[in-house]
């Protein structure tokens, strides 16, 4: 029998669309701090990570962006704005 802690009761579970997807933030976000969008996207079952590798799927870019916006651009990764990130959140049923 599995641990109070590890039940899931039906119904209860919500899918996690950001699953094993990898986020790197850098600069400065207008509406969340750095914390707030790492949670954000943990809740939804990403990982935010901070450096860039080929390993990661999203750079999400704020307001002056340091050498991570140059690593992720030579390494051709996706990289997106904090409106973009705002509407990815969106996307997968979070608002803000």
């Keep these: 029998v599995a641990p109070v802690s590890e ?5 209860v579970a919500r899918p996690l669309p950001l699953a094993g997807k990898r986020f ?3 600069g400065g976000l207008r509406d969340f701090t750095r914390e707030e969008a790492e949670e954000l ?3 939804l079952g990403g990982e935010p990570t901070s450096s860039v590798s080929r390993k990661t799927d999203y750079v999400v870019v704020g307001e002056n962006p340091g050498s991570k ?3 992720a651009q030579r390494l ?4 997106i704005n904090e409106e973009e990130f705002k509407e990815l959140l969106k ?3 979070l608002e803000r």
């Excluded at 051709?76 to 990289?79: A, C, F, N, P, V």
């Design 7 to 11: 039940k899931v009761e039906a119904g």
């Design 24 to 26: 790197v933030f850098t």
């Design 41 to 43: 996207v943990r809740r």
């Design 69 to 71: 916006l140059a690593k």
């Design 76 to 79: 051709g990764l996706k990289i």
């Design 91 to 93: 996307e997968s049923g």
